[in-house]
T-cell receptor, first 117, second 110 residues
Framework: NAGVTQTPKFQVLKTGQSMTLQCAQDMNHNSMYWYRQDPGMGLRLIYYSASEGTTDKGEVPNGYNVSRLNKREFSLRLESAAPSQTSVYFC????????????????FGEGSWLTVV | GEDVEQSLFLSVREGDSSVINCTYTDSSSTYLYWYKQEPGAGLQLLTYIFSNMDMKQDQRLTVLLNKKDKHLSLRIADTQTGDSAIYFCAESMKYGKLIFGTGTRLQVFP
């Protein structure tokens, strides 16, 4: 069972370079998310997609763009990487209804470790 | 606003019980979650509780919810070295978004 798969697992970028983190889920989930995890700050939501064709900003969207390519895939792009974007990035998905707090289990990928120098 | 708070560290002796606490601010959250993260790995859902419940037990895990005080706790009975990890509480928001706490690093020593 693949679940949520994200690539790459590790990446080092130079300031100003661009890159795209890829994420795919095979659970036919409607909702997908990108979080970043920083020491002492827990996980913060960057962007989410409640359904195919829609995307919305989370808590910390600045410096990022996303694409919900189809129901399976949700990519995160850094157009011009900055050292402040050094972090661990997690993609996640859930069955997700439109109700507040659906209780649907949210599944996480294994994480992508990004360093910007 | 939306804010979830946890203490950063907890150290317990193997075999003792661990209690990890969490406070949240959004009283309209319907579900509250506990996730476990081992070093270098993603997040694993441990358990969740619906907001109209006071307690949920699942093997060695007991979740207590005090909705009046917006306080959530996770008790791990007979804590083992394999329980050493970071534990995150999270509250659910619209579209299944989660707001996470800062995480509590549990260290279990022999």
């Amino acid at each position: 069972n693949a679940g949520v798969t994200q690539t790459p697992k590790f990446q080092v970028l130079k300031t100003g370079q661009s890159m795209t983190l890829q994420c795919a889920q095979d659970m036919n989930h409607n909702s997908m998310y990108w979080y970043r995890q920083d020491p002492g700050m827990g996980l913060r939501l960057i962007y989410y997609s409640a359904s195919e064709g829609t995307t919305d900003k989370g808590e910390v969207p600045n410096g990022y763009n996303v694409s919900r390519l189809n129901k399976r895939e949700f990519s995160l792009r850094l157009e011009s990487a900055a050292p402040s974007q050094t972090s661990v990035y997690f993609c996640a998905s859930s069955g997700g209804s439109l109700d507040r707090g659906s209780g649907n289990t949210i599944y996480f990928g294994e994480g992508s470790w990004l360093t910007v120098v | 606003g939306e804010d979830v708070e946890q203490s950063l560290f907890l150290s317990v002796r193997e075999g003792d019980s661990s209690v990890i606490n969490c406070t949240y601010t959004d009283s309209s959250s319907t579900y509250l979650y506990w996730y476990k993260q081992e070093p270098g790995a993603g997040l694993q859902l441990l358990t969740y509780i619906f907001s109209n419940m006071d307690m949920k037990q699942d093997q060695r895990l007991t979740v207590l919810l005090n909705k009046k005080d917006k306080h959530l706790s996770l008790r791990i009975a007979d804590t083992q070295t394999g329980d050493s990890a970071i534990y995150f509480c999270a509250e659910s928001m619209k579209y299944g978004k989660l707001i996470f706490g800062t995480g509590t690093r549990l260290q279990v020593f022999p």
